[in-house]
């Protein structure tokens, strides 16, 4: 999963252009970003990608590029 | 040897309507049509000030005596599931024989589970008859977390009901496979994602003793444990996904169900989502859809029913019901 995937992904739960979205990107600063678009967008990683996130390490992440970490640590199965 | 068998459901709302409109006018931003689409809940109900999951319970109850074969005097056994009772001691059950007017020679029992809570019941009373020590099970659910719910709390607000149920379950002689299939699980190392702090440690009206959930962990963890659950259950009996009839699954949040169902493999006919006008209602989600299933006239004698319950312990069950 390329970060632009991942862009993507957030783009189409926020309902938002994904050119709007860059990896530097504050996500508690992207429009309609909330509790419930964050379980949208964890239904998504885990249908798309057959990945599960360390959840409670997302408090941590706060642009889209520290999210993509987490999501390589996921994938590296680590 | 008797078999155990769901012989009737019946289930009670509260009067107090909350609805999504009300939500929005409450938490401006949180838009009538986002709740709806986040959640698949219309609206909720709440019970009124003075009124407790004991009331919720013996309504569901009344209904139930009202309308089945159910004979009150022949009840030996009553089970009750709930979190959030009227008062602390006695137990609900004990309060419930007495209104109700059940026998005083009954084995009557407290238990505290929330969303898992239906199919533990299912399996306490199922023993019970296999092993002879009751004929007639009396199953209530009830709960009433809008009581330990901090209104400013929207994530909450917006997914819980109160409700309440009773499920009269009874032995069928030489049959054997009524309720079966039983799957358990318990992790309480999540203990804290879906939590309330009231009670003897912590007392008073506190918003910090509020219920509390953790979505994105308790999401997490359904996607772990339900499609596990519903595998084994049904390895158990020797079946497959095909073999069953109707999934009746906890009914958490219809997002949430809908993920599930495609990560099962569950088609869309035989999946029952049941909440739109009821919201998210705990221990009796699961006996409430399968009244809905019911009254829809979806259920049919024969039909092999999936029941899976899940969430706040962090515990989850499942089991196979074969509908009468």
């Known amino acids: ?78 | 040897m008797a078999g155990a068998y769901i012989k009737a459901v019946r289930a009670h709302l509260p009067s107090v309507e909350v609805t999504n409109s009300y939500l929005e006018r409450r938490f401006p931003g949180f838009t009538a049509d986002k709740i709806l689409a986040k959640t698949g809940i219309e609206k909720r109900y709440v019970a009124e000030e003075g009124e407790f999951s004991t009331d919720l319970a013996r309504r569901a109850c009344e209904k139930l005596f009202e309308s089945s074969a159910i004979d009150p005097s022949k009840i030996d056994a009553l089970l009750v599931c709930t979190q959030t009772p009227e008062t602390l001691i006695p137990t609900t059950a004990c309060k419930l024989q007495d209104t109700l007017g059940l026998p005083r020679e009954i084995f009557a029992l407290d238990y505290n589970l929330g969303c898992s809570g239906y199919v533990y019941g299912l399996s306490l009373a199922s023993s019970l008859i296999a092993s002879g020590q009751a004929k007639q099970v009396l199953l209530v659910t009830a709960d009433t977390y809008s009581k330990i719910i901090d209104p400013e709390d929207r994530s909450v607000v917006s997914i819980f009901g109160d409700a309440g149920s009773a499920t009269w379950i009874a032995g069928v002689e030489g049959d054997a496979d009524g309720i079966s299939g039983f799957v358990f699980g318990t992790d309480g190392s999540g203990a804290d994602h879906l939590a309330c702090g009231y009670g003897l440690k912590g007392r008073g009206d506190s918003h910090e003793l509020a219920l509390r959930m953790n979505g994105p962990e308790i999401f997490n963890f359904t996607l772990g444990v339900v499609p596990r659950s519903v595998k084994e259950s049904l390895s158990k009996l020797g079946l497959g996904l095909e073999d069953i009839d109707l999934f009746v699954l906890h009914q958490a949040n219809a997002f949430m169900l809908e993920h599930l169902r495609k990560k099962i493999g569950i088609p869309e006919e035989k999946f029952l989502v049941a909440m739109r006008n009821t919201g998210n209602t705990v221990s009796t989600s699961i006996p409430m859809a399968l009244r809905e299933a019911e009254l829809q006239g979806k259920l049919r004698s024969g039909m092999r029913i999936l029941l899976a319950g899940f969430g706040v312990g962090l515990s989850w069950a499942a089991c196979v019901v074969r509908w009468l």
């Open chain 1, 1 to 78: 999963m390329e970060i632009q995937d991942l862009i993507r992904l957030i783009a189409e739960e926020l309902g938002v252009d994904e050119s709007l979205i860059k990896p530097s990107a504050e996500l508690a600063g992207l429009p309609n970003w909330d509790s419930m678009s964050v379980l949208g967008m964890l239904a998504s990683i885990d249908e798309k990608f057959d990945l599960q996130l360390d959840v409670s390490r997302l408090a941590t992440c706060k642009s889209v590029a520290d999210l993509m970490g987490l999501v390589n640590e996921a994938g590296s199965g680590s």
